[in-house]
């Protein structure tokens, strides 16, 4: 086990990097197993611990994998020889349930284990199910697995009752080799839906509308390999410019797409911060005033709620009063309990989390609840007097590359250290 201990008070300065996204390569993993032809050479994929998982799900399933650096892998899953995805690794995240998709789809037969994921508030997969059935599978779930089977997909009209990310993207997957047309509607809008679409379509699929409330997607007869590059993480993005902001310092992010990032350049500039969006790099500096402010998590294009939890932290330190609306998730807010314990004012009214803002945190041992939540810690820590040691971080590693060489590369006092079992 290993936890992060950090000595706060250093402004962060200077230039980091963004890699790839996570939510869009969890899913660009999977999809790439309806590939019968050829290879794909996904390169931009972030080297954290969801992604180790779906490769070691990809070898169980028979694909061959070619690490060509920390970044770029090779699937070759031309001789897939199984449709049963049950293995641990597939239990202990939430985009394992991508194989259900992406199994469907090539072999109109799939058996994969129900999905874990973060423990942030019931997390049905109804829609999901909705969506396979409306394209011709029966779906069962037995001994915590979901089976889907078809005689053969067919092109229909689905209309989410929900607008979910998950579902939105598993269901396109499952009717590329649908015949005939299918049209989604009510559908997610997110950066990683879109990345997905243009994954799939440099495979051979014909999809169009991604990014849009409908996704309009023409069956194909095969899809073979091709060459990707993953697009820059909207999430990790958003964490470093709030980790700027809170440490009133000046930090250049790059490798991002400015678009992805306005509602969080849009809330940081009204809670007064500078931000300045370059082509592809934003700048966020210290203005020398800060007020609190409302905040609500909405679908894409608004705030989003994976940036939520980091931005409690530094609301936690902002003068004035700011309120936190969580409308995606019903308990995203157990990461406030950690930063009460740095002394932090924060009360938490159902979705609502009301924050004071107080002078100064102070250090104290605190649990990474979530992988958002252990971002906030970071964040709280790296503003807080003393220091702060951060336990549970495998859920920071799942979906944060080298997180403390990040950090200490902008000048933070940040290490990660072996603890006693
Ligand atoms: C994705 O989760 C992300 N995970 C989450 O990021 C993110 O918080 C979430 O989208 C919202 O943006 C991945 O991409 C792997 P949803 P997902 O389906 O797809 C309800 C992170 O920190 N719903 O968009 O599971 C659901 O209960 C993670 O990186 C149904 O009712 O989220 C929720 O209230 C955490 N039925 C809402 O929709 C369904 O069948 C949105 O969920 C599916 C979802």
């Known amino acids: 086990m290993e936890k ?43 080297d954290i611990e969801d992604v180790h998982c779906l490769e070691r799900i990809l070898l169980s399933l028979g694909c061959k994998l070619n690490k060509i650096d920390n970044n770029t892998l090779e699937i070759d899953s031309t001789e897939v020889h199984t449709y049963d995805a049950c293995t641990e690794d597939v239990r202990r995240m939430r985009a394992s349930y991508y194989f259900i998709g992406a ?35 029966d779906v069962t779930i037995e001994h915590g697995a979901v089976k889907v089977k078809a005689e053969k997909l067919v092109g229909t009209n689905i209309f989410f009752d929900v607008v979910s990310v998950g579902a939105t993207i598993n269901v396109m997957i499952a009717a590329i080799l649908a015949e005939g047309i299918t049209t989604l509607e009510n559908v997610a809008k997110e950066p990683h839906v879109v990345d997905v679409a243009n994954f799939l379509n440099s495979m051979g699929a014909d999809i169009k509308g991604a990014g849009t409330d409908v996704i309009r997607i023409k069956g194909v007869e095969e899809l073979k390999g091709c060459n990707y590059s993953v697009i820059p993480d ?70 989003p709620t994976d940036i939520q939890q980091p931005m409690s932290s530094l609301l936690s330190v902002v003068p004035g ?13 157990k990461h406030i309990d950690e930063l009460k314990k740095m002394g932090a004012d924060i009360k938490v009214e159902g979705r609502v989390a009301i924050i004071d803002g107080v002078n ?62």
Request: proline share 4%; aromatic share 4%.
């Open 321 to 333: 009063r700011s309120i936190i609306t969580e409308s995606i998730w019903e308990s995203r807010h």
């Open 234 to 303: 909207q999430i990790e993005a958003g964490t470093f410019m709030i980790a700027a902001a809170a440490t009133k310092g000046d930090v250049t992010i790059k490798n991002v797409i400015p678009k992805h990032l306005e509602s969080i350049s849009a809330k940081l500039t009204e809670m007064g911060a500078e931000v300045e969006e370059g082509d592809d790099s934003v700048r966020v500096k210290y203005s020398g005033k800060f007020k609190g402010i409302n905040v609500k998590t909405m679908p894409y294009p608004g705030f």
């Open 360 to 421: 100064k945190l102070t250090g104290a041992t605190v649990k990474a609840t979530d992988l958002r939540a252990g971002a906030a810690m970071v964040i709280a820590g790296l503003v807080a007097q003393g220091e702060t040691h951060i336990t549970d971080i495998e859920h920071i590693d799942r979906g944060y590359p080298h997180i403390e060489n990040k950090f200490r590369d902008l000048g933070a006092n940040i290490i990660r250290v072996e603890v006693d079992e």
């Open 4 to 46: 992060l201990v950090i000595n706060g008070g250093n402004k962060l300065n200077g230039s980091v990097e963004i890699n790839g996204a996570k939510n869009a390569a969890v899913a660009i993993l999977p999809a790439a197993v309806a590939a019968s032809k050829g290879k794909c050479l996904i390169d931009n994929i972030p």
């Open 103 to 137: 199994l469907l789809t090539r072999f109109k037969e799939a058996r994969v284990e129900l999905p874990g994921g973060c423990p942030i508030g019931v997390r049905p997969i109804d829609q999901h199910i909705k969506g396979f059935e409306a394209l011709g599978a």
